[in-house]
């Protein structure tokens, strides 16, 4: 606006002098005893008259060409206010580039709305379905219980403590996966040696691998990183129980190595891997594989959003490729600290 403004005092100014210049050179006029005679300021007065109409017509335009984005920029935002976050402004015809840029922004941050409102009623209708499945049963056999139809035998109450655990396991995973979204997922960070914390993992594990077929091998490098051990221990178990859930019956190995600054905590499997479709949205929730066999009941779809979330609440990242038989191989990717030499001593 002080641009237009300058301009249009400019237009007038300029305008004025030159026109009246040019009249007085063709129609010259003797001199004057005093500044300006009647016939100049009658001249000066017509030229005024004439500029002053051209100069607010063109900031009227100008102001125009302002007024109209901004004005649908305000409309919008009272439309979203009232919660149609399908509203979105009009830049015009973008020749005003900070305001055309600050249109983009608001329809940008407007579509982030629409989609995080989507996502979010796609996840608790999600929820909602998870939930209704143990629910249901839990409240089915109670009621058979009670109405005589089903004994309270030691079996029929360790199947509904499997559904209260089913239930325990999915409300401990959305948590975790909501804190790290929210940026408030509590991690106690010291220094570990991870390869030893592995290893007492794997010794637990390996009994019920060996029930299912599967045997856990180890090529652990000795590193020490600065992680939640608690958390690093259940993304691996995560992993693990996602390769059990959905790989064939063979080998499955843990590694841990260094590669170029970053620390790699993989688990490979022997196949048969994710299909390409799968891959691309085998992190988003409540995604599940197909088991490769007649493995124990599939899980509640948020194991790898939980691994994906503590790592990234380290600093890292999570990735899938194929593992070089053939397998699926996830890897969780962490950021080696450096440490003084009088650290690492200690």
Do not use: C
Not at 73 to 91: E, M, N, P, V, Y
Not at 107 to 134: C, K, S, V
Not at 136 to 154: A, N, S, Y
């Amino acid at each position: 606006m002080s641009a237009i403004t300058v301009i249009a005092g400019l237009l007038v100014f300029f305008g004025t002098y030159l026109a009246y210049m040019a009249i007085v050179t063709l129609y010259p006029t003797p001199e004057p005893d005093g500044w300006l005679t009647s016939t100049d300021l009658a001249i000066l007065g017509t030229l005024i008259l004439v500029t002053l109409p051209i100069a607010a017509m063109v900031s009227m335009r100008l102001a125009g060409r302002i007024l109209e984005p901004l004005e649908s920029l305000a409309w919008s935002a009272r439309r979203i206010t009232a919660g149609d976050l399908t509203a979105r402004a009009s830049a015009g015809d973008r020749s005003l580039g900070e305001t055309a840029g600050l249109i983009d922004d608001f329809n940008t941050m407007a579509q982030r709305l629409e989609d995080m409102a989507a996502d979010m009623a796609l996840w608790n209708a999600t929820i909602a379905h998870e939930l209704r499945t143990p629910l249901t049963i839990l409240k089915g056999r109670l009621q058979g219980m009670i109405d005589g139809v089903f004994e309270p035998d030691e079996r029929s109450l360790q199947g509904l403590i499997l559904q209260v655990d089913g239930l325990a396991r999915l409300v401990e995973d959305l948590r975790t996966v909501t804190l790290a979204d929210s940026g408030h997922l509590d991690l106690r960070i010291e220094p570990i040696r991870l390869a030893q914390e592995i290893a007492q993992m794997a010794e637990l594990m390996a009994h019920d691998l060996l029930a299912k077929g599967f045997r856990l091998e180890l090529d652990l490098a000795d590193l020490v990183v600065d992680a939640d051990a608690t958390r690093i221990r259940q993304a691996l178990l995560a992993l693990v129980t996602n390769a059990r859930r959905h790989a064939a019956a063979g080998r499955i190995t843990i590694r841990l190595a260094e590669d170029d600054g970053e620390i790699l905590l993989g688990v490979a499997d022997e196949g048969p891997g994710l299909s390409p479709e799968m891959a691309s949205r085998v992190f988003d929730p409540f995604v599940r594989g197909d088991p490769a066999g007649p493995r124990e009941p599939g899980g509640n779809g948020l194991g790898l959003s939980v691994v994906r979330a503590i790592v990234e609440a380290h600093g890292g990242r999570l990735r899938y490729r194929s593992a070089p038989g053939g397998g699926a191989l996830f890897e969780m990717i962490l950021v080696k600290t450096k440490r003084s030499p009088a650290a690492h001593d200690a």
